[in-house]
């Protein structure tokens, strides 16, 4: 017997739990292909570490080091589709790497190919020449050919190597005698296209008249083959489903699901964490132009230095382990030292202190759990696991970058077809990712969130409102962090929250009673999570 809670679903449906960007990835390639799909996120679209990234689409240029070629050149090959596919979010992006000598640094890569670099003999290497790590000129270019080579018919310019301060690269500390450069892509935001990923999803699946739902703030409880979905607001009655196959697509709250599920399984997960921060420093953001540096600090990590809109410049990242909750991770005052003593070191014209940090961010990859010596060590591909101690079969998704977020999403329908029975009958490879936002303004251009006066939209209708209208916004933090990216915003203050929070309610979004509490507890979250003190409060 059915009960009020009930909705009635088209068989066969797929339960993706996870609305970062894989679940999303996977859920759009389930209804290309005809299976529906019901999206479930305890908190928000884009809420984990899909927020939280370097914002790169790149194939990895120091994978080579470890000799994982497969997965540079699957990330190559996916960069390409994204750059074909999804011109309107994914742009090319040039990348300086400043070197400060014309040799070294192959032994130490050697070493670090073999797995060698944690062994004695790379310690007692290291001991010898404390300089081992450095990387020199030839070794860049040796690394920047490779890349080329496994991008085969990149749509990007070829990188190149060797070129001395003053043709053009006046900017790099004379320190540096020589500057390699090359190119990747920035995707701004990931929030958005995540968004734009399950837009696309609910578009394919109207076509063909299968189900497609996504529910935020939504928790999953077992009952046997029925699975139960809780509306954390309290706003939506239970849901009831009998999913066919489960996906895990919590990231790095995998294990965490799975012990929720009480399903049985080894450690899958071996988080680490990195942490990012913004500033506005105007010296530094002219420095760096419409290029990117990628830099080598001095433990021998590669740090990202990069333009983030007109005005701003992201820093980042670092990788250490991380056992806690993902949701508790934030930048530590250590981890941005450890930055901005790395700009002050590779731009020279910059004297960057703690105070020019507008906010930071730190996010936790979902990596597999193993024995690797250190956190670089461990692999970056992407992995599936099947579970099948529960009554559903419950696939978990490990590992997995932004840029590959696609051909994640295609292993993991290719797996749920054959257990269905059911035939590809599409490929989203040469399928558009175009922009919601624009597509419903009908206009080709998105509307710029970082920096534009207009962020929240003065036109008609008010692009806040057509986010709150389409992209499952529920409460005051959803539409300030993961959609009009106001956390990028410096001019945020609380007149403006408030003004969102009052757009939110008369939108019904929540009731006008709980204008005070969303606005206070935006605030707050603004605070602890990314260090942001907004105006006014
Ligand atoms: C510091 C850092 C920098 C990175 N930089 C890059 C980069 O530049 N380029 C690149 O390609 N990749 C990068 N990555 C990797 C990339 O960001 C991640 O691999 C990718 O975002 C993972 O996406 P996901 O969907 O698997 O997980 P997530 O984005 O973490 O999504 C998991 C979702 O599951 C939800 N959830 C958790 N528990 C539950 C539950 N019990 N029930 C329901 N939902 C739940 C969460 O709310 C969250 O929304 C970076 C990662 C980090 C951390």
Known sequence: MRTDSEQIVSRPVVLVVG??????????????????????????????????SSRLIHGGLRYLERGDFALVRESLRERAILLKTAPQFVKPLRLRIPVRRRFGGLIWSVLTFLGWDRSCLGRFWLRCFPNARERGLWLIRLGLWMYDRLANSSPLPSGEGGRRPGEGQSTIDPRYPFSCEYFDAQILSPECFTVALLDDARQLARDQRLTFDVHTHTLVEFHDHEVRLIDRLNCNAPITLRPDVIINATGAWGDATLADWRVGSPKLFGGTKGSHFVTANHELRAALGDAGIYAEAGDGRMVFVLPLGEDQTLVGTTDEPFDARPETAVAEPREIDYLIDLVNEVVPSVTLTREEVVMSYSGVRPLPFGRADSPSSIPRGHWIEENTNGPNPILTLIGGKLTTCRALGEEVADRVLSRLRLPRIASSKERSIRDPRARRAGDVNPPSLLHSPNSSGGSHPPLAIDIIRHEWVRTLSDLVERRLLLIFDPRLDQPRLRELATLLADEGVFHPDQIDSEVATTTARLRQVYGIDVAGS
């Open 19 to 52: 609305a970062g960007i894989n679940g999303a990835a996977v859920a759009r390639e389930l209804t290309l292909n005809g299976v529906s799909a019901v999206v479930v996120d305890a908190n928000d679209i884009a809420f984990g570490a899909t927020s939280r």
